[in-house]
């Protein structure tokens, strides 16, 4: 192995030593690891640019109380963790008060802290701690929707007449009657299976929710639901958070026609049917119409307001954004005069499912030459997908794999975010019986559908029954995998091959070596379908080649030949996967199976 495989260990595990244990496996203070240096004291207002960003599903990270649901007094416990691991921001996935019939995407009040993850004054302490140790809080903001108990949609249903009437959706059915509701007003489909159109018998109309019944689409056509949002993420920004994931934003608007959407056909002319049964439509009438871009830049001017003196640094604005291809996703950065996201998701980098080195290099390109000046937004997992592992894993060389693909997202130039448990190599594991299912996607659409609680098991912190995420006498709202025994942290941070310190050497040469700091990508060996290699270079800095090997077989390449004029030249090894890979030279570099080598041009 490598000496800086080594070296990334020391780091993890001194940080974790350095953690006095309390019951249930929780920890208190331990030491940063103070090599990992910060983006944001070279410049403050473009910290993002480069940034680390982990995302945290809250239920799942770390209980504090013994309720067994995680909560922000635990995610605070785990901050050193966080540091030493060299994260910039957290994303929690939302923590206002709601029904949880979606796990906090259906909001009752956006102004608040729900019960079960703590209080206003957990949050501004959460906020408070993690900015000692530089880590900035991002919050999940759900404008396309509210819960069907929030006050401005008890108010909506309560009578046609009600002022808040038109904060929401409302049509006439077809054929109503006054004995018959009729049907739907069109054929549109929730996300989550079946008609989109939720009969409401006392004001005798339907309701519109592009996602579960409980969530009814708000009306981005009434302007005081704009007044209202600026309002709400004025809120929380006094409180100090950092910026704002948007959930589900391409869906704000519909067509105004509300005609009917295009089903898709297969090759025998009949509709594709999705995993609920239900014909598969082109979303034409619902996603991604053009007053969505309207909105961003107006939250972009509400939220840079805040980047003054009394706020230092750059307040960021992340995108939910599932797009078909790069041009739609350039149009998500806005334009100088109408600026919007700093950071749309580019998903077409994270979904690629298979190992396809074309594929990753052409979307690779593609976020390099086609988004002008912007920065890049990458990841492979988030709280909705089956983890990265299980998407790409061949089980036989998942940890290989696992190495290969974070060396993609954080070797690539931008900012990269990942799920938390991805830097150990936490498997999904979904229930195995429909009476265990807690996801109501996998109610609704079992046994083809199975719902999202397999990603969504609680952080593995150790070889414990309940895995160090819980001192609940009461089981954790969702059980710990078996796979726990082997795959977590306590058992990974004293290993020098482990994913886990793979992860953190990664992150410690994006942000200290100055060619993956602030360095192009470069393609290289451009018609290799096995070998992906790339070229970081930046002005008045060494280059830095990696080379990373999508097949189980091993594999050489010459990256001195042909591409950008690259000659011959001696590499200092920067990392390599332990076993796996190995060079001198630029014209002969070894990798074995799904190997990896990072290096250095002399």
């Not at 690891?33 to 990270?61: C, D, H, L």
């Not at 050497?505 to 360095?519: Q, S, Y």
Request: net charge negative.
């Amino acid at each position: 192995m490598h000496w800086t495989n080594c070296a990334a260990a020391v780091v993890i595990a001194t940080a974790l030593a350095m953690m006095t244990p309390t019951a249930g496996g929780q920890a208190t203070a331990m030491k940063p690891a103070e090599q990992m240096s910060q983006t944001a004291g070279a410049n403050e207002r473009n910290w993002w640019k480069n940034a680390v960003i982990y995302e945290i599903y809250p239920r799942s990270f770390q209980d504090s109380n013994g309720d067994g649901i995680g909560d922000l007094n635990g995610i605070t416990k785990r901050l050193d963790y966080l540091k030493a691991l060299g994260v910039d921001a957290i994303w929690l996935t939302p923590i206002y008060p709601s029904p949880q019939v979606d796990f906090g995407y259906d909001i009752s009040d956006y102004r608040n802290i729900d019960p079960r993850y703590g209080t206003l004054q957990d949050f501004n302490r959460l906020v408070a701690e993690a900015g000692k140790r530089h880590i900035r809080v991002i919050m999940d903001m759900v404008m396309n929707h509210t819960s069907d108990q929030h006050q401005w949609f008890l108010e909506s249903r309560s009578s046609r007449t009600n002022p808040y009437r038109d904060w929401y959706v409302w049509r006439d059915g077809k054929g109503e009657t006054a004995t018959s509701k009729g049907e739907p007003p069109n054929n549109w489909e929730s996300l989550f299976g079946h008609s989109a159109w939720q009969w409401d018998p006392k004001t005798r109309q339907y309701y519109y929710h592009k996602f579960y019944i409980q969530q009814p689409d708000l009306n981005w056509n009434n302007p005081k639901v704009h007044q209202a949002f600026k309002d709400i993420i004025s809120f929380w920004l006094e409180r100090g958070v950092a910026g704002f994931r948007f959930d589900a934003i391409t869906t704000l608007y519909e067509d105004p026609t509300f005609t009917d959407e295009r089903v898709i056909l297969g090759k025998d002319g009949k509709p594709l049917r999705n995993a609920y049964g239900d014909p598969e439509l082109d979303n034409s009438k619902t996603d991604n119409l053009p007053g969505v871009h309207d909105v961003i830049h107006e939250m972009r001017e509400t939220i840079d307001k805040f980047n003054t003196s009394a706020f230092p640094g750059t307040r960021v604005m992340i995108g939910e954004t599932y797009l078909p291809n790069i041009a739609q996703l350039a149009k998500m950065y806005g334009t100088p005069a109408a600026p919007e996201f700093e950071l749309p998701m580019d998903t077409q980098v994270a979904f690629i499912n298979k190992l396809d080195v074309a594929a990753f290099r052409a979307r690779l390109t593609d976020v390099e030459t086609r988004i002008g000046d912007h920065v890049p937004l990458l990841l492979f997992d988030n709280h909705d997908n089956p983890r990265m592992v299980t998407r790409y894993g061949d089980g036989v060389h998942d940890l290989d794999i696992q190495r290969a693909l974070a060396t993609v997202l954080f070797a690539s130039r931008g900012t990269a975010m990942f799920y938390y448990g991805d830097e150990i190599g936490m498997v999904t594991t979904p229930p195995k019986r429909k009476q265990d299912v807690k996801d109501p996607i996998g109610i609704t659409g079992w046994p083809k559908e199975k719902g999202r609680d397999g990603e969504r098991t609680p952080m593995q912190w150790n070889a414990s029954a309940d895995a160090g995420f819980t001192t609940a006498s009461a089981k954790p709202w969702l059980p710990v995998p078996p796979s726990a025994a082997t795959i977590n942290v306590a058992a990974e941070q004293n290993n020098p091959d482990s994913l886990l310190t793979w992860y953190s050497e990664l992150i410690r040469l994006k942000k200290t070596n100055p060619a993956f700091e602030h360095g192009s990508n470069i393609m290289l060996d451009t018609e290799n379908d096995k070998v992906l290699s790339w070229m970081r270079q930046a002005p008045g800095a060494r280059q830095v080649v990696v080379s990373v090997n999508f097949t189980a077989q091993p594999q050489t390449v010459n990256l001195a030949a042909g591409g950008p004029g690259l000659k011959p030249a001696r590499l200092t090894t920067l990392l390599k996967t332990p076993g796996g890979a190995d060079a001198t030279s630029l014209d002969r570099i070894a990798l074995g199976p799904f190997g990896v080598y990072i290096g250095e041009l002399q």
